[in-house]
C-alpha cells in the first residue's frame, strides 16, 4: 500500500484567506459551500477536534491541511497562531504532522523559516499550468520559474512536495496541457492532483462565459486529457492522489457549476478510460473474429473500472468488436493496473 492508503486528513478550508487577488476560476466558497469568513484559531482547534471523531481505526498518518486559500501569504502572525493551534494536536499525539496549500510566489526562504518551530511536513502548491500565457490569461499574477523555484527551495528544506494543475484553463489546449504536466512531471513532485476548470458562478470566468469569451471543456474531452496527463505522471512514478473536484451535496444543491466538465466520479471515469484502452489493444491484438466470446481477467478491486459507468466499456468493446458475449472475471493473479484478455474459442482449441 502506497503512503497514502491509510492517511487521514483533517481539513481546514481557509476560503480565498491570504491570496493577492483572485484568480478567474476561483470560488473557493463554491466549491465547499462554506461562506466566506476567516476562522479564528480556537474556531479551528475546535473544528480539528470533532473532525477527529471520525477518525476510523486502521488509519496509520493523521495530517491536519489548511487548503483554499494562499496559506504562506496571511500575516506571519497570523500563520504562527494557525500551526500553533494545529501543533497542540500533533503533542497530544492525536496528529502527526501539518500540511497546507499556498501559491508557488509565496515560497522563500524567509517565509519557510516561519514553519521550522511547527511540525508541518508537506506543502501543496497551486502550480495550475507552466504555460505562462495561461497563467496571465488565468490572471494567475506569477509564472512558472515562480514554481520551479518554490519547488527547488521546498526540496533544499526536505518537505513533501504536491503540485496541483487545472486543465481547460483560458488560452490553454490539449498539447498545452501536455506540455504543462510533462514540466510538471520533470520536477518529480511527491504527488499531484489534477483539477479540470469549470465555471463556476460569481467568477470572472463565468462573465467570460456567459459573453461567449470562454468555452469549457467537454466532459468526454477533458477525461481523455486527464487520461493521458495521468499516464504521463504514472510513468513518472509519481502519485495521482485525486482527479476532478471533490464531489459535494452543495454542488447538487445548487446551481453552482455554470458549466465544465464535472462529474462526481471523475476520477472512477478516467480509470475507466484506461481500463477500456488496455483492453480495446489487447483484443484487437489477439485478431479475435465476430464469433469469439470472451473473458477479461482484472483485479477484484478493478472489476467496476473495467466494466465502467453503467457496465459503459462492457458495451463499448461488445460493439466495437462485434463480441456477442463478454465476461469480466475477478483474478487476484492479475496487477490492479493490468488487464488480462482470453478469448474462449482459442483456448478451448488447445
Ligand atoms: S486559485 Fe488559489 S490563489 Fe487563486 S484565488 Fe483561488 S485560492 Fe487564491
Not at 479551528?44 to 487548503?67: A, D, E, T
Not at 522563500?108 to 511547527?118: A, P, S, V
Not at 445548487?254 to 462526481?264: D, F, Q, R
Request: net charge positive; glycine share 6%; with cysteine.
Amino acid at each position: 500500500m502506497g503512503r497514502f492508503g491509510k492517511l487521514f486528513i483533517v481539513p481546514v478550508f481557509l476560503p480565498n484567506i491570504g491570496c493577492p487577488h483572485k484568480c478567474v476560476f476561483c470560488n473557493q466558497s463554491a466549491i465547499t459551500g462554506v461562506k466566506q469568513k476567516t476562522p479564528s484559531p480556537e474556531e479551528i482547534g475546535l473544528h480539528i477536534n470533532r473532525f477527529l471523531n471520525y477518525k476510523g481505526k486502521n488509519r496509520s498518518l493523521v495530517q491536519i491541511s489548511f487548503f483554499g486559500g494562499n496559506f504562506l501569504g496571511l500575516k506571519t502572525d497570523f500563520i504562527k497562531s494557525l500551526l500553533r493551534e494545529a501543533t497542540k494536536f500533533v503533542i497530544d499525539e492525536r496528529v502527526d504532522s501539518i500540511r497546507f496549500s499556498t501559491r508557488p510566489d509565496t515560497i522563500d526562504y524567509e517565509r519557510l523559516n516561519i514553519l521550522k518551530e511547527f511540525p508541518v511536513t508537506t506543502v501543496e502548491i497551486g502550480v495550475q499550468s507552466m504555460d505562462d500565457k495561461v497563467l496571465s490569461l488565468s490572471e494567475r499574477g506569477h509564472t512558472s520559474s515562480d514554481t520551479e523555484k518554490a519547488v527547488s527551495i521546498l526540496k533544499e528544506r526536505n518537505y513533501e512536495i504536491g503540485l496541483q494543475m487545472m486543465i481547460g484553463l483560458p488560452g490553454d489546449n490539449g498539447a498545452g496541457a501536455l506540455y504543462s504536466a510533462k514540466r510538471i512531471a520533470a520536477l518529480s513532485p511527491d504527488f499531484v492532483r489534477i483539477y479540470p476548470t469549470l465555471v463556476l458562478k460569481n467568477t470572472i470566468l463565468s462573465r467570460w462565459y456567459k459573453k461567449g469569451k470562454y468555452t469549457p471543456l467537454s466532459l468526454e474531452q477533458c477525461i481523455t486529457l486527464v487520461k493521458d496527463i495521468y499516464l504521463i505522471f504514472k510513468e513518472k512514478k509519481i502519485q495521482v492522489i485525486r482527479m476532478g473536484i471533490q464531489a459535494s451535496e452543495h454542488f447538487e444543491r445548487e446551481s453552482t457549476i455554470l458549466a465544465g466538465p464535472y462529474h462526481p466520479a471523475f476520477g472512477h471515469l478516467v480509470h475507466s478510460e484506461i481500463f477500456l484502452d488496455m483492453a480495446s489493444s489487447l483484443i484487437e491484438s489477439e485478431e479475435i473474429d465476430c464469433r469469439d466470446s470472451v473473458e477479461i481477467k482484472v483485479h477484484p478491486q478493478s472489476i467496476s473500472k473495467m466494466r465502467g459507468l453503467k457496465n459503459r466499456n462492457i458495451e463499448i468493446l461488445k460493439t466495437r468488436f462485434h463480441i456477442k458475449s463478454l465476461k469480466v472475471i475477478p483474478n487476484f493473479s492479475v496487477k490492479k493496473d493490468k488487464v488480462s484478455v482470453i478469448p474462449i474459442r482459442r483456448l478451448r482449441r488447445f
